[in-house]
């Protein structure tokens, strides 16, 4: 994939959901290794940040949909800010593309309906992993695994009540196209009044 030379204020869509699907979809079939990777950063109400690597599951017009288990850090912190960015990079590309918003908890429905497409092993997973919380070893995990393998061997797994999705809703966007002699195309999208305002960052 080579970069987009003519990336500017007069060829991206007005709509940033719009542009983020166009540029998504060529990812998902260039063959970009894993496109739905996404950074997602998170921070306490005392400032403590931290990122880590999730998987976008779903967007629209709406959001941005990731799952997690919601007693992890990242679910602790948005419990108590919501406020969150995700980083998509494809450096096949040489683009990124930086969304800040709020994040809220989807409807358990939606949760459940995801939960059971998932792979048997990953639903089992869900169980055996307390995300976050330190564990003396290994065999620990592997035990509960075991255990959770044996409950629901002649089943369906339930979903676990501390296992959902959150949708990230976007106020503001940065796509970034990089140029050589690091002078890259950096737009933005700020909703102001119902309305994105696109304006153009020096890189």
Do not use: C
Request: proline letters at 5%; glycine letters at 4%; a neutral charge.
């Amino acid at each position: 994939m080579t970069n987009d030379r003519n990336f500017s204020e007069t060829t991206t869509s007005l709509d940033p959901f719009i542009q983020f699907k166009l540029w998504y979809s060529e990812h998902l079939i260039s063959g970009t290794a894993i496109p739905e990777t996404v950074t997602l950063a998170t921070a306490s109400v005392d400032g403590d940040v931290a990122a880590r690597t999730v998987l976008l599951k779903d967007y629209n017009d709406k959001g941005f949909v990731f799952f997690t288990n919601y007693k992890s850090r990242k679910g602790s912190q948005l419990s108590s800010n919501p406020r969150a960015a995700l980083l998509f990079y494809w450096p096949e590309s040489g683009r990124q593309v930086r969304i800040e918003g709020a994040a809220e908890k989807l409807p358990e429905k939606d949760s459940v309906s995801y939960f059971r497409i998932r792979p048997r092993e990953s639903q089992l997973s869900a169980w055996a992993s307390e995300q976050s919380s330190v564990i003396p070893d290994r065999k620990h995990l592997d035990n509960r695994y075991d255990f959770y393998k044996n409950k629901y061997a002649e089943g369906p797994v339930d979903k676990p009540s501390h296992w959902g999705g959150y949708r990230i809703i976007p106020d503001w966007f940065e796509f970034w196209q990089e140029g050589e002699f690091r002078l890259h195309d950096r737009l933005t999208y700020t909703k102001k009044n119902n309305l994105w305002v696109i304006e153009r960052l020096s890189p």
